[in-house]
C-alpha cells in the first residue's frame, strides 16, 4: 500500500511563490511517475503537472506552464512542485498522486494523499 503526505502549503500573497512536498512511503519510489492535483471550492480536482518515474519527461496544464515546475528526488523517495507567480487562482488544495505515463498521457493510481492546502492573497 502506497501512502503520500503532502506539504509546504500556506498563504501567500500573489506574485508570491510556494514549493510543495510529497513523500512517498510503502512501495519504491522510483516506480512511479509522480503528478500533481488540485481542486478548488466548488470545482473538480484536476490535473497539474506530472514526471516521469526517472524525472526524464513532465508535462503541465496551460495555466501552470512556465509558472510551475515538478521534480523529484528518488533518494529522498520525495516529489515536489515549485510554484512561482501564484495568483487567487491558483488557490486550492493540492494533492499528489503515484501513476504511470501511457505514452505522454498521465494515468493515475487511486493512491493519494491528504492535500495541502494554497492560499493565494490579491
Known amino acids: 500500500q502506497v501512502q503520500l503526505v503532502e506539504s509546504g502549503g500556506g498563504l501567500v500573497q500573489a506574485g508570491g511563490s510556494l514549493r510543495l512536498s510529497c513523500a512517498l512511503s510503502?512501495?519504491?519510489?522510483?516506480?512511479?511517475?509522480m503528478a500533481w492535483f488540485r481542486q478548488a471550492p466548488g470545482k473538480e480536482r484536476e490535473f497539474i503537472a506530472a514526471?516521469?518515474?526517472?524525472?526524464?519527461?513532465?508535462i503541465y496544464v496551460d495555466s501552470v506552464k512556465g509558472r510551475f515546475t515538478i521534480s523529484r528526488d528518488n533518494a529522498k523517495s520525495t516529489a515536489y512542485l515549485q510554484m512561482n507567480g501564484l495568483t487567487p487562482e491558483d488557490t486550492a488544495v493540492y494533492y499528489c498522486?503515484?501513476?504511470?505515463?501511457?505514452?505522454?498521457?498521465?494515468?493515475?493510481?487511486?493512491?493519494w494523499g491528504q492535500g495541502t492546502q494554497v492560499t493565494v492573497s490579491s
Open positions: 510503502g512501495r519504491p519510489f522510483n516506480m512511479y511517475a
Open positions: 514526471i516521469s518515474w526517472n524525472g526524464g519527461s513532465s
Open positions: 498522486n503515484a501513476g504511470r505515463f501511457n505514452n505522454r498521457d498521465y494515468v493515475q493510481y487511486n493512491w
